[in-house]
C-alpha cells in the first residue's frame, strides 16, 4: 500500500529523528543525498538486533522498562519508554476509551488485565477519563475474578481475550456480569466470538470493542462499529508488504493479505520507523470518511516470522470465527504435530452429528489457507474432536490450579514454537 504524499513531510522528521537518536540507523542507513521513502529500510527482527542488545545499565533511570512476553525466540526483550513517550501512550489511549465510551453512560471500570504496559496505566488512563477504576490481581484463580466483578459492580470491564475466556469457563451460567460493555485489547478477538461473549454478558455484540496494540509501538488500532472495520490510530503510519520484502521469501499469503508495517510520529525511544511487526494484516486500505483520510483494516489474523514453522501459520483468528458460528461456548486448542492438524473443541453445548458436521465444514470451506496447506502436502489433513467440558469443569479449575489465561496453539515439532494465544 503507497504512502500518501500529504505525509512526507512528517515522515522526514521522523527518519531524522531515527538516524540522530540511534547511531547504529544512521550507520546502517549510510548518507543519502536526498530522502526517498522507498528506500528507507523494513525494521526486520534482525535488523533491530543493536536496540534489543543495548546495555540496558545505561538507560536512565526514569525511563520505564517493559518485556516482551519472550515466545518469540525464548527471550523476553527489553522495550524502553522516556516520559514523553509514556504521555503520548497515555494521550492515545485517554482519546481511544473515549471515542468507543461515547453514548454510554459509565462511572466504574474494572481493569482484569495481567501484567504490562496496558496494565501499568489502565488505573491512570480511566481515572483521567473520571472514572473509578480497580485493578485485578492477574495470579488470582478465575472464579476470584468473577468475585471482583459481583463485588466490585463495574460498567466498563478492560481484559484480554484468553482472561475472558478464563472467566466464561468457570462463570455459572445464571452469573450477573452486570457490564454495560467489554474493551478488549492484546489478542484477536473474532467476531463470531466477540457475538458469544456479548449473549453470555447479556449484552450486544457492539458492546464488546476491541482495540489493538504492540509494547514496541503503543496503541495502534480500534475497531469501529460504524464501519466494522479497525481504524488505525492518529500519528500512526500503517503499511503492507509482502513477506519476501521482509526477509521471508518461503512464506506465501493469500491475497488481501500482507504484513504489517508501522511507523509511529510520536514515539522516540523505540526506532519505530517501518517496524516489521510480523502480524498478517487482512485488507490494509486508506479511505476517505468524513472528509478526512483514514487506514482501516478488516482484521490481523496471525503472526508469521523467520523462527516460525508452518504449523504455527494457521489462523487462530479464522478458527475461532468458524467454530463460534455454530458453538456458544467453547475451549479450542490446536494441536499441530509434524504435519497433522488437530482442532481440539471443548464445549458444554449438546451438539448433535448435524452440528458438528456443520462445524467441521465452516472450518474446512472457510479457511483456505488451511486447505492450500493439505493440498500441498505441508498437512496430511485436519481433525476435529469434540469434548464435553465435564472433564474441564471436574477440574479445579476455579482453585487456581490451572492459570485464567491458556494456550490455543501447541506445536510439537523439532523447532522452538510460538504461542499466540
Known sequence: MPI???????????????????????????EYASFN????????????????????????????????SGTSGGKRKAIYYDANDENGYIQYKKEMFA?????????????DMGTGHAEATAVQIFEELGLACESVPFGLPAAAHLVRI???????????????????????PDFDWGVQCVILVGEPAPPAWRQRVAERLGITEQDVMDTLGSIEIGTIAYYDRSIGRYVVMDGIIAEGVEPA?????????????????LTSLVRR?????????????????VEERNGKLITTFEAIVKRVGPELKHGEKISIYDIENAIFKHVRQAVVKVLVNGNRLQVNITTADDLDEEARTAVRDELHSTIPAIGAMIRGGLLEQMDVWFHSDSTDTASPEGTGKKPIKQKKLFVQQSSEGRDRG
Open 4 to 30: 500518501s504524499m500529504e505525509n512526507l513531510p512528517s515522515l522526514f522528521v521522523k527518519w531524522e529523528e531515527v538516524r540522530q537518536l540511534y547511531p547504529w540507523y544512521k550507520e546502517m542507513t549510510g
Open 37 to 68: 521513502w522507498e528506500e528507507v529500510p523494513l525494521l526486520t527482527q534482525e535488523r533491530l538486533l543493536p536496540y534489543y542488545e543495548s546495555d540496558e545499565s545505561a538507560v536512565p533511570q526514569d525511563w520505564n522498562v517493559y518485556r516482551t
Open 99 to 111: 471515542e468507543l465510551l461515547k453514548g454510554y453512560q459509565v462511572s466504574r471500570a474494572l481493569s
Open 150 to 172: 459481583a463485588e466490585y459492580r463495574p460498567d466498563v470491564l478492560y481484559t484480554m481475550p484468553s482472561l475472558l475466556d478464563g472467566m466464561l469457563r468457570v462463570a455459572p
Open 245 to 261: 520484502e521482509a526477509g521471508l521469501s518461503d512464506i506465501e499469503l493469500p491475497a488481501g493479505e500482507q504484513l504489517l508495517v
Open 269 to 285: 525511544r523505540f526506532p519505530a520507523l517501518r517496524f516489521v511487526t510480523y502480524d498478517v494484516v487482512r485488507d490494509l486500505k
